[in-house]
């Protein structure tokens, strides 16, 4: 299940690394609820990909384009 969360994000140049994609994925399906607080926007993995996101054309980048968790 990981794995396709993590192959959707990135067919639509959203989403972390695999490792951290896992990490997140790996405490909602234990249950718990993860919000942007969640995620440190300070880590290298998140300055990381935010770097690549801009590199893919995304735009000023915001949580929702660098989590796995969606809203609907």
Known sequence: ???????????????????????????IFSGREVTAKDINPQSPEY????????????ENPEFKDVSPVRSS
């Open 47 to 58: 300055i990381a990909q935010v770097k690549l996101l801009i590199k893919r054309g995304v």
């Open 1 to 27: 299940m990981t794995r396709a969360i993590y192959g959707s994000n990135a067919v639509e140049n959203a989403g972390l690394n695999l490792s951290e994609t896992t990490k997140i994925c790996t405490q």
